[in-house]
């Protein structure tokens, strides 16, 4: 069942997120720091996340990078609770939400279909990995893009990119120094547009369906026994 967690220690925006989720029947449950976020992610499986914008906008440097590293790796909403209205106001990087419906239509849309997984599968390491990257798998030239990783792991890795990737599920890579020739299939977890303040633009992806020898080349890229 899906299931995502919760960041806020705002008590009027915790019970107002808390009964609104009650309300539709979605499980939840609620952390009050990023440490413990962190924690909670890596030995329970979750379908998303949702931050509190000012708790995310008061987080130390080191804290906002594990933020980033978790908005990489799950669907992410950025909320606020609009106490005069009553209401909460919410953006998905990359993304455009129902302006009276934030929370409803990060959840039907962003949660529900992906199933709940621990954070991380494996460690991403930092790494700039030339490649190509198409959302087909033939690699048309006019819809190719020249790229690089900013991280990678055996699970995905983080792409540079300005392309528009909002309404893509799927896409294919192919790292041109890998021995390996053959693409890599990915899908599409987060995108963050270029512009985004404070934000490296690209797409975060995981890994599909590797073979035997794309695994093999990974470990070795990685130095992975």
């Known amino acids: 069942m899906t299931q995502v967690l919760i960041l806020a220690d705002n008590s009027k925006t915790r019970l107002a997120l808390e009964s609104a989720l009650k309300t539709i029947g979605m499980r939840f449950e ?7 976020m962190r924690r909670r992610l890596q030995i329970k ?7 509190d914008v000012l708790k995310a906008v008061r987080a130390t440097p080191s804290e906002k990078a594990i933020l980033q590293e978790i908005s990489d790796f799950y ?15 919410g953006l998905l990087l990359g993304h455009s939400l129902d302006r009276e419906d934030p929370l409803g239509h990060f959840l039907e849309q962003f949660c529900l279909p992906n199933p709940g997984r621990t954070f991380r599968e494996s460690k991403r390491i ?3 990995f030339c490649a190509l990257l198409s959302p087909d798998e033939n690699f048309f030239d006019d819809r190719t893009e020249k790229t690089v990783t900013r991280d990678i792991s055996l699970g995905g890795c ?10 893509t599920e ?6 041109i120094h890998f021995s390996e020739p053959s693409p890599y299939q990915v899908q599409i977890q987060n995108v963050i547009p270029w512009g985004s303040r404070d934000s490296f633009p690209g797409i975060g992806v995981k890994f599909i369906d590797l073979n035997s ?13």
């Open 126 to 128: 930092t790494a700039h």
């Open 158 to 167: 983080f792409l540079f990119s300005v392309g528009n990737w909002n309404m």
């Open 75 to 89: 669907p992410t909403l950025r909320l606020r609770w609009d106490s005069s209205g009553q209401c909460f106001r």
């Open 30 to 36: 609620t952390v009050n720091s990023v440490l413990e």
């Open 170 to 175: 799927r896409a294919w890579v192919r790292f």
């Open 213 to 225: 020898s794309q695994l093999n080349e990974l470990c070795r890229k990685l130095n992975l026994p």
């Open 45 to 51: 499986a979750f379908s998303g996340t949702i931050l």
